[in-house]
């Protein structure tokens, strides 16, 4: 092989999907490709116009516009261009235009189609473009075969086995164990007026409240039964079914839909699927009394997280599971705090906000939580109370691993430790004057989340946030302006954009540039339209019913928030299994051909989208 031959064949080599090649089959290629050089200017392809190579671009630049003149892509070394005429016939789609001089290579079309028909993986990676080869790639990459797994995917609706078992409220304890003797089941729902639920009995209540002791069997059923039992709803995950038994310390839960009792679950329905040791780690959280020994248990996550992620979990999966546990923790700290300050003077909430609030933390994750007080607080009487009771927590947190907020948006702070009448200020101020302090705060007081306390406390408020919120196209238009400073790191021929200098040189920041653009754009779009979901998956998911964003556009963004979430998060696995602290920076170096690809596309994604945002609300002058 000639110097000029090798040397086409090495550069085809460090280019995806032509490194996918064997080496034979490359080292071919050459022979096959003809050389061209375009000015810069040189339109190259119309639509409809006959395109029979495939462009592959050594030096310089193209641009891809629609024949309505919309943009559609940036393309630079290494790239192909003629890709949709490949499969349209040699007829051209687009607008393609050299943005400037440029050496292109010409790879015949039936070479093309030669290679695609011997090679599926590089028939896959020309098939398929932008977000629908994004998608097709998480496809590839899933596997959900770890018992921990199966619970996030399977619905309460799942489980229930068998119709439902009940008596009516005016029955005997004896009319009520013969039922259960007969139907041969573990607990019954006692009910009035028809299918409304008063309570439950099961066989522990026979065994402690009846025989142990010595009751009459004639007794009303009342007088053993749980009233008000806790419930689960059918649509809710299993995994959620057996953290709400662990965490009551029940084992029997009835399905309610609408404010009937369907059926029932039982912890030998979910123990069948087999226990997780997030529940455990639950289980274990809930009977501590000190903040070092949770702390004991807290740092087990990272290591929770590497065998999700190995497991094949999505980010979904993973941020809900480890957000479990920093509310357990939470949870509890409540509970010792209440025990040692005494009962609250007035009601209150406990709220979590940023990635807690929207359950979608990871390995590295530190406090954003506030107080929302019954208006009938006073803070000459009750504020000591709680601020001892914030304190409390937040040292408790911060001790247990959940560091305090590098910018004191913590309940601790006496800002954030306030009643309903004064959040209402608070809201009404950040929405009708969106100054630029104001929208830094909407990142995370508008992914609010009740964690412990009277949660009736913050509907109203809640209520009043998403209708102030909707539609409002000025705060919108900040809000925009805002999400439009997080720019994601891709450059203008398609080429990371890495952090330059420092710790981090050449890294890319997966959270302040991957995640949190997504995390905006699903935030805005949710408050346009009303949405009250805080999860960014669920806000995507609602916003593909509304205008603001294409059902499709949905879709993509929702694939690229999963593709970029759970890259970062592999990545954090590797660092935790090296045994170093987990970040955000990531090398793409580190990264197979196949994942920087995908990367790229998951980023061409939200840059696309951020555009349609900006068309659709405008941008402020912020």
């Known amino acids: 092989m000639s110097l000029e031959l090798k040397e086409i064949s090495d550069f085809l080599k460090q280019h995806h999907p032509f490194d996918l ?5 490359i080292n071919a290629l050459p022979k096959r490709l003809t050389a061209r050089y375009f000015r810069k200017g040189t339109k190259v392809l119309s639509p409809e116009q006959q395109c029979l190579h495939l462009h592959i671009i050594r030096t310089g630049g ?28 040699g007829k051209a789609a687009n607008n393609i235009t ?30 398929q473009m932008g977000g629908a080869r994004l998608r097709s790639g998480m496809q590839l990459l899933e596997k959900r075969d770890d018992d921990q797994l199966k619970l996030m995917s399977i619905r309460v ?16 304890i004896l009319e009520a164990g013969k039922l259960m003797s007969a139907e041969r089941v573990s607990c019954l729902l006692i009910t009035q007026n028809g299918d409304e639920v008063a309570g439950i009995m099961t066989d522990r209540d026979l065994r402690n409240r009846v025989v142990a002791e010595a009751r009459s069997f004639d007794e009303p059923v009342t007088n053993i039964m749980t009233p008000n039992p806790i419930s689960i709803g059918p649509d809710d995950y299993a995994f959620d079914a057996l953290l709400t038994m662990t965490r009551h310390n029940v084992r029997h839960l ?4 609408d404010g009937k009792a369907i059926g029932m679950i039982t912890t030998n329905n979910l123990l069948a699927r087999q226990s997780l040791s997030a529940v455990h780690m639950v289980g274990r959280i809930r009977k501590m009394t000190r903040p070092a020994d949770m702390a004991k248990v807290i740092a087990q996550v990272p290591e929770l997280l590497s065998n999700l992620i190995e497991a094949g979990a999505t980010s979904r999966n993973a941020g809900h599971i480890v957000t479990t546990l920093s509310d357990a923790a939470t949870s509890r700290l409540l509970q010792l705090a209440e025990e040692k300050f005494g009962p609250p003077p007035v009601p209150y909430v406990w709220m979590a906000g940023g990635s807690q609030g929207r359950q979608e933390q990871t390995a590295l994750s530190d406090q954003d939580n506030c107080l929302i007080l019954d208006d009938a607080y006073d803070h000459d009487q009750h504020g000591d109370y709680f601020k001892s009771l914030a304190d409390y927590v937040c040292d408790g947190l911060d001790t247990v691993g959940y560091v305090y907020c590098p910018g004191e948006m913590m309940a601790k702070t006496a800002e954030w430790r306030q009643p309903v009448r004064v959040w209402q200020q608070y809201f009404n101020k950040w929405i009708e004057q969106p100054e630029p302090k104001a929208l830094m705060l909407c990142s995370v007081w508008f992914d609010l989340r009740p964690i412990h306390g009277t949660r009736s406390i913050f509907e109203d408020l809640h209520r009043m946030i998403i209708t102030k919120a909707k539609g409002n196209r000025i705060f919108l238009a900040y809000m925009v302006g805002n999400a439009l400073t997080h720019h994601v790191p891709l450059g203008f021929f398609k080429n990371f954009v890495m952090v330059r200098g420092g710790e981090h040189d050449r890294t890319l920041d997966m959270k302040h540039n991957g995640v949190v653009p997504i995390v905006d754009l ?35 963004l929702l694939d690229a928030f999963e593709f970029i979430s759970i890259t970062r998060l592999k990545h954090q696995v590797r660092q935790i299994r090296n045994g170093d602290r987990p970040d955000n920076f990531l090398h793409p170096e580190s990264l197979s051909a196949f994942e920087r690809t995908h990367l790229k596309d998951a980023f061409s994604v ?17």
């Open 21 to 25: 090649l064997p080496d034979d089959v």
């Open 62 to 89: 193209t641009e891809t516009r629609d024949p309505d003149g919309q943009l559609l892509a940036r393309l630079g070394e290494g790239e192909c261009f003629g890709v949709r005429a490949m499969f349209r016939n």
């Open 98 to 127: 050299m943005l400037e001089d440029s050496l292109v290579y010409l790879l015949p079309e039936k070479d093309f189609h030669d290679l695609a028909g011997k090679y599926p993986q590089f028939n896959y990676f020309f098939e």
């Open 157 to 172: 609706s799942d489980l229930i086995a068998r119709d439902l078992v009940s008596i009516d409220i005016g029955a005997s």
């Open 254 to 257: 009835p399905v309610m839909k």
């Open 522 to 556: 699903a935030r805005i779009h949710a408050l346009a339209n009303g949405v009250d979901a805080v999860n960014t998956y669920e806000r995507l998911e609602a916003a593909m019913t509304f205008p603001s964003i294409s059902k499709q556009g949905a879709s993509d």
């Open 606 to 622: 939200i840059k696309n989208l951020q555009t349609a945002l900006e068309n659709a609300f405008g941008k402020s002058g912020t």
